[in-house]
Every structure is written in C-alpha cells, then in structure tokens.
C-alpha cells in the first residue's frame, strides 16, 4: 500500500470525513507535523507484512484525486496522462448533475448523470 504525502495526509485529516467505506466516518479536523508522517510512515514500512511503502509522487500530484489517479497508475498501471483528463470530465459533469440536483430538474440530472458514465472521451 502507498503512503501519501504528509500534505495530502493532512488534507484528509483536516476534512474531518471519509465516505470511502460503506459506512461515513467523521471526526474533528487536525492535522500532524512532519516528524509525526515520518514516525507513522517508519511504523507502516517496519510491520512485519512489508506492505507499505513510501513512493515520492510526481510533482503534479497535489490533491487526493490526483493521488488516487497517481497510485492507479502504480499499482494497476492505468495511465496517469490519459486518467487524468478523463477524471477532469468525470469530476465536471458529477458537478453539473448535483448543481441540477439541487434546482430540482430532475431531466437534467438524469442527462448529466448518464454523461458522468458514458462519456469516456
């Protein structure tokens, strides 16, 4: 498993939130100073399993969606070039359907949710 950088770490902390898992979990924003990433990351590459590691990312790599695309690319070889524009797409139209959400035009969120999943360039 890749260890994010402590900037990004800190940006999940500070959110107070993920909704990753089937259920949300919240808790009170804080944030943790870099000697605190290195002892957790030397923790994390010390565990007997050896199943996480430290990679530096690119230096475009500068918010979780990002990470997540990045470590897509690591981990499953999906290319970073051609993710990320499609993720930029993915991302605009998610935009546009809760904007339509949130009006109440329910033929609009139908239309942009249908392009949030079958658009692909």
């Known amino acids: 498993m890749l260890i994010p950088p402590l ?9 107070g939130k993920d909704f990753s898992g089937d259920d949300g979990h919240t808790w009170d924003p ?5 000697d605190e990433w290195h002892e957790v990351v030397t923790t994390l590459q010390q565990l007997p399993d050896q199943q996480y590691a430290f990679i ?17 690319e690591v981990r499953l070889g999906v290319p970073s070039d051609q993710h990320r524009p499609l993720d930029t797409e993915h991302r605009y139209w998610e935009k546009k359907r809760d904007e339509a959400h949130q009006q109440g035009d329910q033929a609009q969120v139908l239309e942009y949710h249908l392009k949030t999943t079958l658009n692909h360039g």
């Open 7 to 15: 900037v990004l770490v800190n940006e999940k902390l500070a959110s």
């Open 30 to 34: 804080f944030q943790i100073t870099e």
């Open 56 to 72: 530096e990312p690119p230096t475009w790599v500068t918010t979780l969606a990002e990470w997540d695309i990045w470590k897509q």
